[in-house]
């Protein structure tokens, strides 16, 4: 930038720095309190400021300042315009607009971020299987003991079989401890996921890798015994929904981390602050999804014993959700 341009930038700025100031304080104030919170005096001076603001921006590209002070000018009138614009929804619009437009837009927004946390998983799921054909005692590296209960390469081939169908009364209900530990285990794994991802995507990766280690270390336990097929219908009623929750929790903490590396012209506070609308997003998406599929864990799988209903009920499922993930809020207003 040349001292002309920096000079003219620096009167710029002088002449209307506290008229921003004024505003910026304003919109701080209808953020943290709404419109409601503002007098009348307070809302009158606030849209007055706002198109001062809007006037100076519109200048300020004519003139070709310098970009820092456009930046600054840009972020100030957009959120001046939605204190001053934006309507005013009720909880129940907000839910709606959720569940038809955001929750599904943040979704489509992310396709790199979840590809990411996918591919992880199933790198995983691929390096556990190969290596538990080489030598099945790596399933005891990747699965921890409590988890396994009793699950093992040691297990007879009926031991295996009777947890997915109809198995003693007891073994069905140790079954049930174990769906439950999963169940916890995984929800874990979401929550660090999406919480590690800021930290540069490589701890969130990290977890991502390992929960795919153990679930490719059960597939091929099962598939070495010939019960492949079972075991993906038993995991299926559930797992669909549990995985995928799984998958978008760390999309929404890769989301983060990529705001983190790559800021673009932003602060990397800026970017946090704008990549973090669609990971919230995300996580509130793997909130519902681990849900539905704590009630698909409780009783579906249970109550279900029949392979192929339990393949139609999971994917139907997931067809379900992927519908809504694709279709919904691609109507424009």
Known sequence: MTDAVQIKSTRFRAQRQADWQALEAL???AEARGPAGLTLEEAQTLARLYRKAATSLATAREISLDRGLLLYLESLVERAFLAVYAPQETLSG???????????RAMRASLMALLLSAGAMLLGGFIAWMLYFQDNTWYHTFVPADLAAGRGPGATTQYLRDGLFDGPESFV??????AAYLFSHNTRVALFGFALGVFACVPGFLLL?????????????????????????????????????????????????FAVLFPGALSRRDALRVAGRDAVKLAMIAVLMLL?????????????????????????????????FALAGRRTA
């Open 27 to 29: 919109v701080d104030k």
């Open 94 to 104: 907000v839910v709606s607009g959720f569940f038809s437009r955001s929750g599904p």
């Open 173 to 178: 209900a140790s079954l049930a401890v174990f």
């Open 209 to 257: 890798f390992y929960n795919g280690l153990m679930i490719g270390s059960f597939a091929a336990l099962y598939a070495d015994r010939d019960l492949g097929y079972e075991l993906f219908g038993w995991l299926s009623v559930h797992g669909v929904t549990e995985l995928s929750a799984i998958i978008i929790a760390g999309a929404g903490g890769f989301r983060m981390g």
């Open 292 to 324: 539905a599929a704590g009630l698909l864990e409780g009783f579906a799988r249970q109550l279900i014993t029949s392979t192929e209903i339990r393949l139609a009920v999971g994917w139907g499922i997931g067809a379900l959700w992927l519908a809504w």
